[in-house]
């Protein structure tokens, strides 16, 4: 809020501008110790690397780790890997939460549905689905599709059961606006169910990107063909553990950036909105 | 033709049924409502006022008895009956232009001419400007007008007034009394509201129904005199017949709320 009244006021003016002074010099705080502790970590992580507080072997060190980078980019067989691996989350992370929502639909649409498979949600959402792996593989093969389908089946049922509740929270009176214009289900659905649930779906996708990521890694790890999770899975059996500190740094840096694309997206869909 | 009433409601009795018991709402209440008439039905809260309201929107149907409008069931997509909630319920995801065109897109009604008249209704309103607004950018009274031209765009033949001025400041509250009423007269609408509140029930109707509660059946009827009907809701409130009348009503009220109390106890 600015204070314009007719009459100028320096001292308000003044205390604006201090305030304003004072919220830049907190982010620059902020900032500092962010920046900070970045540098400090990565330090002290070469620093006892080489003075072999830890084993270099183990734990590898960032000069050993961007050597490695270096090289890996240079013969070009990492961006294949991490292209890879991204291409597998995002098509994983986009399939659970279209076929989680799907699903929510139909719960919604058939509320017998809902009510007979309520136990049976209840058991998918509380095994881990990674312990599916095996099977999937065995059954679509050891190829890329059973990689998405491990990036996608780890996040389906959450993002149902989350979306569905949605669904049924919404506020009676919307329904009843909607029907006394003599709205059919269908068109219910349209207008309010899904449009009202999509912070909902939103905030699910901020928690499949993460849960995506694990699917893909584990599914890489068991198919054992390329991408991050099989250069973590062959630098552990080849004792090579710079490989398996870049991929998890890789692996920071672009699930990081998905993240971002999702809030970027937030942003976008909820304009106005709040 | 024969002299039908515009709005029948036909021996109504509502009963909600729950696993633990059977809750009556409403007890064979008709009423007949001329074209054009306003309204209002007051009572205790938890007299089935809403309820009414409902099944006379065609949302629920009643346990027993019927409601017809024109002498027709009111089915079906070519219903043509307006309701207004406490609240404004505008979808805060959609522009106050998509909010108020939602009804005539729905009743497949969106044309160019249409859209005009429901987008005019605005101005008419006094807002100006608002059209690809969030609802979330107005103020309680402009949204309220917003739902009010979004309720009037689909040229409903009946309007539904469930308390919607309940939540409102009492300044926007006159305010928007005036506006509703003299709209309503303007296009010769037939309209029920339902309220606690008696100065607004004097004030807006030409016809009220006391309600006593569980179940609830029309405890009393009042025709508000001749002078007030004529006035707008603000003006009423000053004419000299009005206070009598409140008072009137008031001690009724009270009486119902006692003997709700006695027989309870």
């Known amino acids: 809020m600015t204070l314009n009244n007719k009459q100028p006021k320096p001292k308000v003016d003044f205390l604006h501008e201090a305030f304003l002074k004072e919220q830049q010099a907190e982010k620059r705080r902020v900032r500092f110790f962010q920046i900070a502790i970045f540098i400090v970590f990565f330090s002290l992580w070469e620093t006892a690397s080489r003075l072999a507080w830890i084993d270099p072997l183990i734990f590898s060190s960032p000069s050993a780790v961007w050597a490695l980078f270096l090289e890996k980019m240079g013969d070009g067989s990492l961006p294949g890997h991490i292209g890879v691996t991204v291409f597998e989350t995002i098509l994983g992370f986009l399939a659970g939460t279209l076929l989680g929502t799907f699903l929510a639909a139909l719960l919604w649409w058939f509320p017998r549905l809902s009510k007979i498979l309520d136990p049976y949600l209840v058991v998918l959402n509380a095994m881990p689905k990674v312990a599916l792996g095996p099977i999937l593989i065995v059954a679509i093969g050891p190829s890329l599709t059973s990689i998405i389908a491990m990036g996608a089946i780890i996040s389906v049922i959450i993002t149902t059961i989350v979306v569905y509740t949605s669904f049924q929270e919404i506020d009676e009176n919307y329904l009843k606006v909607m029907k006394t214009f003599g709205a059919t289900k269908r068109e219910i659905f349209k207008e309010v169910i899904l449009p009202a649930s999509i912070p909902t779906i939103i905030s699910t996708l901020k928690v499949n990107v993460g849960l995506s990521w694990v699917g893909v890694i584990v599914g890489e790890f068991l198919v054992s063909a390329q991408g991050l999770g099989y250069m973590i899975i062959y630098g552990f059996q080849v004792f090579n553990f710079n490989l398996v500190m870049l991929s998890l740094l890789i692996i920071a840096v672009f699930a990081t950036l998905m993240y971002q694309g999702v809030e970027l997206l937030e942003r976008k869909w909820m304009k106005g909105r709040v | ?265």
């Open chain 2, 1 to 265: 033709m024969a002299a039908v009433s515009f709005l029948q409601v036909q021996d109504v009795t509502h009963t909600y049924f729950s696993l633990k018991e059977k809750t009556a709402a409403l007890e064979n209440v008709s009423i007949e409502v001329e074209k054009g008439e306003f309204v209002s039905f007051l009572g205790p809260s938890g007299c089935g006022k809403t309820t009414l309201l409902s099944i006379i929107a065609g949302i629920v149907s009643p346990t027993e008895g019927r409601v017809l409008v024109e002498g027709r069931t009111p089915d079906g997509k070519d219903r043509h009956i307006g309701y207004m909630l406490q609240q404004d319920y505008l979808f805060p995801w959609k522009t106050i232009e998509e909010n108020v065109l939602i009804g005539l897109h729905i009743s497949k009604k969106l044309g160019p001419e249409t859209k005009e008249t429901a987008l005019g209704l605005l101005k008419k309103f006094g807002l100006y400007e608002v059209e690809k607004k969030y609802p979330k950018e107005l103020s309680g009274g402009m949204r309220q007008r917003a739902a009010l031209a979004r309720t009037l765009a689909v040229d409903p033949d009946i309007l539904l007034l469930d308390e919607p001025f309940s939540a409102l400041d009492y300044q926007t509250k006159l305010n928007l009394e005036d506006l509703v009423f003299n709209t309503l007269k303007t296009y010769q609408k037939t309209a029920v509201l339902v309220t606690h509140d008696i100065g607004e029930a004097i004030a807006m109707s030409d016809r009220i129904l006391l309600f006593s509660k569980q179940p609830g059946t029309i405890h009393k009827t009042f025709a508000v005199p001749e002078p007030i009907r004529k006035l707008t809701p603000f003006e009423a409130r000053q004419e000299p017949e009005f206070q009598p009348l409140f008072q009137n009503i008031w001690k009724e009220l009270n009486d119902l709320e006692q003997q709700t109390t006695e027989t309870k106890s």
